[in-house]
């Protein structure tokens, strides 16, 4: 038997738009057995099969591996919902891809799944948390993918998480096919100081930085009250962004009581207390 833990993950972090992202101490667990076919459970019926992301994200590191695609049982063990901007696909090709690694002898480093994991997600934002924990910047450079662990003090943080979905794909549709050079050089300035800020535990730094150009003003309006939670933040002095393309919204805070006083004016929308997690996806035999 195969156990493999995934955190959750918060992509763009405001300003590292498709490219910097974190991972939360809230976790999903992948139980792999044995099994003379395909069984599948912990998910809705209609991913049951070999179209479910995990079995897909196992069966690619098998093909890499030149393995028999072999049959299994899984166990789905999760409470990190799907399309809220959270990371649900990035867990699930991760866990997919440790465990079909673990089987075959754990012949692959995390940095080869890292690419592989790209190559099914499209961008490393959030499988390179998911893989490693805590806070990643990562791209894509001559057919590999970079990512570099940010060395941070301990963040706190806060999702506010709205009852509807938001596909990435509906998401992207919003965004803007160019913007201004003036936005373009503030952009790449804020995204530096993001970095400084997360690293120093500078929470003055992160609140005047967490300002997006790129899709944060297009992708708003697609959130139901996101102006009035982000004014609520911004009033305790927090910053409140969209996790990953949404619908969840993520502050952060250096210290807890500002987030638990934040959440006390939040009595319309369901939310979470989590930290950032330095524990990145992990594999135990039993």
């Keep these: 038997m195969i156990k493999v833990s995934v955190p959750a993950t918060s992509a763009n972090c405001c300003i590292g738009f498709d490219c910097m992202g974190l991972a939360l101490d809230w976790r999903g667990t992948f139980t792999f057995t044995h099994a003379e076919k395909l069984e599948i459970e912990g998910c809705p019926s209609e991913y049951q099969n070999e179209n479910n992301l995990v079995v897909q994200a196992f069966y ?11 049959p299994f049982h899984l166990r789905i063990d999760s409470s990190i ?12 090709i991760v866990a997919g891809m440790m465990a079909a690694n673990a ?31 805590g806070v990643c910047v990562s791209s894509k450079f001559q057919g590999r993918v970079i990512t570099k662990k940010l060395k941070t003090p301990r963040w706190y943080g806060l999702a506010l998480i709205p009852d509807h979905e938001l596909s990435t794909k509906e998401a992207r549709k919003v965004l803007p096919k160019s913007i201004p050079f003036s936005e373009a050089k503030e952009q ?5 100081l993001m970095a400084e800020a997360l690293e120093i535990g500078d929470q003055t730094l992160l609140n005047l930085c967490s300002n997006d150009h790129l899709h944060e003003p297009y992708r708003c309006a697609l959130i139901q009250d996101f102006a009035v939670y ?16 949404g619908s969840t919204m993520l502050s952060l805070s250096i210290q807890e009581e500002p987030l638990h006083e934040l959440a006390k004016s939040m009595d319309s929308i369901e939310y979470r207390f989590v930290n950032v997690d330095e524990r990145g996806a992990e594999v135990v035999y039993e």
């Design 188 to 192: 790449v300035a804020n995204a530096l």
């Design 81 to 92: 919902p799907f399309a809220r901007g959270l990371g649900s696909s990035a867990t699930c």
């Design 230 to 245: 982000q004014k609520k933040a911004h009033d305790a002095l927090l910053p409140l962004w969209i996790s990953g393309s």
């Design 103 to 133: 089987w075959y002898d754990s012949c692959l480093s995390k940095e080869d799944l890292l690419l592989l994991a790209t190559e099914m997600e499209g961008h490393p934002d959030n499988v390179a948390p998911a893989l490693f924990g």
């Design 60 to 70: 690619r590191v098998c093909d890499f591996l030149n393995k028999e695609r072999i």
